[in-house]
């Protein structure tokens, strides 16, 4: 089964805690703080593998989550960074962040990388905030936050030349011709169900070319295996455009031609524009010189185009064809090419804007405070020290969130809540 699009959940480690710790040995009076940092979390990375051709893998697992960091240890011992999680995807595979449907990364060459999730950063141990003031600091720092995502994975195949045009005109007879792939060719109605690839040896160059499959009317709004296929043209250079000339299926070649790009069009103008030859197949069923072909060529030709007579199955006229194709990529290739993505911004991803921001509500008579840097802070306090909570205190009144409570009506007595611990609020605390 041919699965080029998958969905799934990914999430790094957590960073490990700082160790509140004091060193007690004998003869070493008030041997101060020794506790050690956290270990980072582990990363999540993509990386592309040539020897992956779908994303099959992704429909029976949905969930990925990198190894956390170790805790700190006393002895000032670090803890140990958690492992990366390396997930290896088919090389022409796109990761899109699902919640801004940005591009995090096109991943088009064998063995490239990049971190889509960053594992949270070690907290540090005890050790840390001693000074001349706090000599025996009973606190440490939570290691950081872990950061998920959904992402989406969309695979694009990576091929130079690629043959469009309706079922049954001859596209996979053509492929199987010009390179070593052999797609099953058979006289059917319905298109061909998976995209094959192939590589074309001529003179002292080669090119891969793919049929792509799935094009009818009204594929462009998703109608047969339209949209699932179409995006496959994206990465092509050059297009070849395989018409039935013969009307062995009962249609008109002008009027196939003129559907299928309209379809191109229709689905992308980027697409529409790319160099595009038309290989008339089937030649030997008619005659050349025939007023039907004749009618067909030279509609094409006054479109712009250039049309190569071919009969694929017998390799007649496929080697013009095929030179053809090759000078065009040639020429596509010495064209700049347009930025295809808007690429999702790590560096903002890196810095939220809010994590700071302290949050007040009210639940019922409590009044809450909440907020992501609270958060790590609440979890770096130790509640049985007084030094502890007065950093917590003086962290909330610095962020404004005893302010904000007291403009909502806090009076000396009320429960204030941070997460999971409440307490009572005295003016003079």
């Known amino acids: 089964m041919f699965v080029d699009r998958a969905k799934?959940?990914?999430k790094s480690g957590k960073g490990g805690n700082g160790c509140v710790s004091f060193r007690r040995e004998p003869f070493v009076p008030e041997g101060g703080p020794d506790g050690?940092?956290?270990?980072?979390?582990?990363?999540?990375?993509?990386?592309?593998?040539?020897?992956?051709?779908?994303?099959m893998d992704f429909r029976y697992k949905k969930k990925y989550e990198a190894e956390n960091g170790q805790d700190g240890m006393k002895k000032k011992k670090f803890g140990k960074n958690g492992r990366d999680l390396v997930i290896k995807v088919p090389m022409g595979t796109v990761v899109i962040d699902e919640?801004?449907?940005?591009?995090?990364?096109?991943?088009?060459?064998?063995?490239?990388?990049?971190?889509?999730?960053k594992g949270g950063k070690g907290g540090k141990g005890n050790t840390n905030f001693k000074n001349s003031v706090r000599q025996a600091p009973n606190f440490a720092e939570a290691g950081g936050f872990a950061k998920e995502r959904t992402v989406?994975?969309?695979m694009k195949m990576i091929a130079d030349v690629g043959l469009v045009g309706f079922p049954n005109v001859g596209k996979s007879s053509l492929l199987a011709t010009a390179t070593s792939a052999r797609p099953k060719i058979e006289n059917y109605h319905f298109t061909t169900i998976a995209p094959n690839l192939g590589v074309v040896q001529i003179f002292d160059t080669s090119f891969v070319m793919a049929d792509i499959a799935g094009i009818i009317e009204g594929a462009h709004k998703g109608l047969g295996l339209g949209l699932k296929f179409l995006k496959h043209i994206e990465r092509t250079k050059v297009l070849i455009h395989v018409v039935d000339v013969s009307g062995s299926e009962g249609r008109d070649p002008v009027e196939d031609f003129e559907k299928i790009n309209r379809e191109l069009a229709m689905y992308s103008e980027r697409v529409a524009k790319k160099p595009m030859l038309v290989a008339a197949n089937k030649i030997d069923m008619i005659d050349e010189d025939s007023p039907e072909y004749k009618r067909f060529k030279d509609y094409?030709?006054?479109k712009g185009y250039r049309v190569f007579p071919i009969s694929a199955p017998i390799n007649l006229g496929v080697q013009p064809l095929l030179s053809a194709a090759a000078?065009?990529?040639q020429k596509a290739e010495q064209e700049p090419q347009e930025e295809e993505y808007e690429y999702f911004d790590f560096d903002s991803d890196d810095i939220d804007p809010n994590y700071r921001e302290v949050y007040a509500s009210k639940d019922g008579d409590v009044f809450v405070l909440s907020g992501k840097q609270l958060q790590k802070i609440f979890d770096s306090t130790n509640f049985n020290d007084m030094g502890s909570l007065r950093y917590l205190y003086k962290?909330?009144?610095?962020?404004?969130?005893?302010?904000?409570?007291?403009?909502?009506?806090?009076q000396e007595g009320d429960t204030i809540r941070i997460f999971d611990y409440e307490f009572e609020y005295w003016d003079e605390y």
């Not at 904000?404 to 009506?409: A, F």
């Open 395 to 410: 962290y909330l009144e610095k962020r404004g969130g005893i302010e904000k409570l007291l403009d909502m009506g806090l």
């Open 327 to 329: 000078e065009e990529l």
């Open 152 to 154: 989406i994975l969309e």
């Open 8 to 10: 799934i959940y990914i």
């Open 300 to 302: 094409v030709e006054k």
């Open 99 to 117: 919640e801004t449907g940005l591009v995090m990364k096109d991943l088009t060459e064998d063995g490239q990388r990049f971190v889509a999730a």
């Open 36 to 55: 050690g940092d956290g270990g980072k979390g582990g990363d999540i990375v993509f990386e592309a593998d040539r020897n992956l051709r779908t994303l």
